[in-house]
């Protein structure tokens, strides 16, 4: 399977604990993205990469969320002392678009995504 | 800062047409994109638009007026697998890579 896959698919954790996921995009995808989406709405955005450069991060992510792309291939978001708020399903995707491409569309690939509970 | 509305839940029955709108405010625009996501899956990509007028891909159909921060999903021919939730989404911010989606818009196909 090419997809984008994540893992794990499930984690369930304390609050105040540290969880780690990671994101494996398509093999020739430069744009890699991380999403939280809860029940009844849609992916909110929480980072973007093109190949290892971070080049956003929302403003309504705190602190405790850290993501990478050490190789601009494979991702992990991080988040730190976990809070009942935090309970989502974390979506990657990944894209491949040319950097001045501005009329392309940038068409995304979701992965299946991790869903997370903090207890 | 950037917003979406789309209405939450539309129904319509099978063979039907149906119109889903989307209204945005952004700044840095760059186009606009709908996807699909069915109960339990991941979305996933149905068109996208950079410039004005319809973009026509099968039985669906989308159209932007930039003018009016405003476009649409036309689904046509409507089938019971098409009961899903669309969200439309927004392309822009600093490099214009990023991406904002609206809350989603469920429909109902009945038979």
């Known amino acids: 399977d090419t997809g984008v896959s994540q893992d794990p698919r499930h984690k369930i954790t304390k609050r105040g604990q540290n969880v780690t996921f990671r994101c494996d995009p398509i093999?020739?995808?430069?744009?890699l993205y991380w999403y939280r989406q809860t029940l009844g709405q849609g992916p909110e955005f929480l980072t973007y990469f093109q190949n290892e450069a971070q080049l956003e991060k929302s403003r309504l992510l705190s602190d405790r969320f850290s993501a990478e792309r050490p190789k601009g291939s494979f991702s992990t978001l991080e988040i730190q002392r976990t809070e009942q708020g935090d309970s989502a399903m974390y979506l990657c995707?990944?894209?491949?678009?040319?950097?001045?491409?501005?009329?392309?569309?940038?068409?995304?690939?979701f992965g299946p995504g991790t869903r997370l509970t903090v207890l | 800062g950037q917003s979406l509305e789309q209405p939450s839940e539309v129904t319509a029955v099978e063979g039907a047409i149906v119109q889903i709108n989307c209204t945005y405010q952004t700044s840095g625009f760059y186009g606009l994109s709908w996807y699909q996501q069915h109960d339990g899956g991941a979305p996933t990509f149905l068109s996208y638009n950079a410039l004005d007028g319809l973009e026509e891909t099968g039985r669906f159909s989308s159209f932007l007026s930039r003018s009016d921060s405003y476009g649409y999903l036309l689904l046509q021919e409507l089938q019971m697998k098409d009961s899903a939730s669309y969200f439309c989404a927004v392309r822009g911010g600093t490099g214009g890579f990023k991406t904002i989606f609206g809350a989603g818009t469920r429909l109902f196909v009945k038979a």
């Open positions: 093999s020739e995808h430069n744009r």
């Open positions: 995707a990944s894209s491949l678009v040319a950097i001045r491409g501005r009329n392309q569309s940038n068409e995304q690939f």
